[in-house]
């Protein structure tokens, strides 16, 4: 019944819960590979057990990757019960503020830990360098080849979780995971002395991880860097060898021109890629803060869903490649020093510290003098002890406060396509094309901005009034003395 209660906590929580396309027309199956969530439902409520495994596990598993609270918890036992599985396709998405909100009582309700909500097993960057350590590269390494299910794992019902291994990053994936510990290890080594990780590379002792990658482009290593944007896949389903689409559908608060509905749009997911390519080493790397909560390099193995596309958005070779190495080490170390002070976190400080686009927009702020990521939710409270990466936190536009709206450039920015016309959902390609030519026509309207101005105004008036009340009333009070 484990396996049972995860299959449930997977599909909902990552998949319905999270929404699906907002229009019947996105559910064409016979032209896309994959499935609609509430087809998915649909098949599978017919059995008595999963549905009764269902309303027994419904909420219990939040890190399952979807982190919801009450309300929408109430909301999709609502439509099941009703089933209303075509509802699941146009479940309203939640504001950026709206998602704080769920993250926050979704954490309140972790007062129980359970095995599914024990943390992970400590990454490399966990692993505070004590005392003096030094090692040889360790490459080429040596490891067991991973079978094309190695991250797939059966959840009954004909669903599978997990991802499918890429056979050409597989080739690579024993020197990936070396390379990834040692940039973890090396970014954790003090700046200003302490015990030190060291790595030995042709008689050069390396202690940072920009050092390391230097060697490897002095040694006739060929590096690259991809600020890389994807629609991010919190389900990981796949029903009946069919991927199932579970994007987490949001609301930018932007208004659809010519309809009464705001813009929803897929969260994105985004990683600075690493590529290395040589003589010795032969590496994929990717960086982002995930919903592990972790902020590390990680060897890069899997072949994504088609529906989550792709787009590189800025591409850096040289010494921008060694200066975006130098700052995410700079950034690895940092969130595990903010991590070890805030154990009180949930998820890992996940959402807290930021989403996935967080600190890969802190890389593109320093690099580009701007950022074009959409969403950022970080708080700036747990950086004021960070120094660079405290700066840069302070800098972005962030979207979890009192914002009425999203920017558009950076809700465009986001998207993993460079082509609208390449978006796999034909109704967000009709919303993101009205949207976009009205805000590049200067005609988009910011819902919120009027209301705000006019509290404004409003405030304005009452304090000129009891100002001028008070004016008066001194007058009065003068006039009196003089009398």
């Given amino acids: 019944m484990m396996g049972l209660g995860r299959a449930v906590s997977a599909l909902i929580l990552s998949g319905a819960l999270l929404c699906s396309a907002p229009s019947r027309a996105d559910q064409r199956t016979d032209q896309a590979p994959w499935l609609p969530v509430s ?140 390379l990834a510990e040692l940039l973890n290890r090396l970014s954790l080594n003090a700046p200003d002395g302490g015990g030190r990780y060291r790595v030995v590379l042709d008689g050069r002792i390396l202690e940072t991880p920009r050092a390391l990658v230097e060697a490897l482009a002095r040694s006739g290593h060929d590096v690259e860097i991809r600020d890389s944007r994807y629609f991010a896949n919190f389900g990981d389903l796949i029903y009946h060898g069919r991927d199932v689409l579970t994007p987490f559908w949001i609301d930018t608060r932007l208004p659809v021109p010519g309809t009464d509905r705001n813009l929803l749009v897929p969260v994105s997911h985004s990683q600075h890629e690493l590529v290395v390519r040589g003589p010795v080493v032969n590496a994929d790397l990717s960086f982002y803060f995930g919903i592990d909560g972790q902020a590390v390099f990680r060897p890069s193995v899997t072949r994504d869903q088609a529906w989550v596309m792709g787009r590189v958005a800025h591409r850096y070779r040289g010494e921008e490649a060694m200066e975006v190495i130098r700052l995410a080490g700079v950034i690895v170390r940092a969130y595990d020093a ?146």
């Fill in 39 to 178: 087809q998915v439902m649909a098949e599978l409520a017919r059995n008595p057990e999963f549905v009764e495994a269902l309303y027994r596990r419904l909420g219990r598993n939040p890190k399952a990757g979807g982190i919801l609270g009450p309300d929408e918890i109430k909301r999709l036992r609502e439509m099941i019960l009703g089933k209303d599985f075509a509802g699941l396709d146009r479940f309203p998405g939640l504001t950026v503020r709206g998602m704080g909100r769920s993250v926050r009582l979704a954490g309140a309700m972790l007062d129980r830990p359970s095995e599914d909500d024990l943390p992970p097993e400590p990454a490399p960057a966990e692993k505070a360098v004590e005392t003096a350590a030094e090692e040889g590269l360790g490459i080429p390494a040596v490891g067991t080849p991973l079978a094309p299910d190695a991250y797939l794992r059966p959840l009954g019902f004909g669903v599978e979780a997990g991802d499918r291994v890429d056979p050409a990053l597989a080739e690579h994936y024993a020197d990936g995971l070396r």
């Fill in 338 to 483: 903010i991590k070890r002070h805030h154990p009180e976190l949930p998820f890992g400080g996940y959402y807290a510290l930021g989403v996935c686009n967080d600190v890969n927009a802190m890389i593109e702020l320093h690099m580009r003098g701007e950022t074009t990521l959409f969403p950022l939710t970080l708080d700036p409270q747990f950086f004021t002890d960070t120094g660079e990466v405290g700066r840069l936190a302070e800098s972005l536009p962030l979207d979890s406060g009192w914002r009425a709206a999203a920017d558009p450039r950076r809700v465009l920015g986001s998207l993993p396509v460079d082509d609208l016309a390449a978006l796999p959902l034909p109704s967000l390609r009709e919303d993101l094309e009205k949207v976009r030519a009205a805000w590049e026509g200067g005609r988009l309207q910011r819902p919120g901005v009027g209301g705000i101005t006019l509290l404004i105004a409003l405030l304005g008036a009452v304090m000129a009034g009891l100002l001028a009340a008070g004016l008066w009333s001194v007058r009065l009070w003068l006039v009196r003395r003089r009398r």
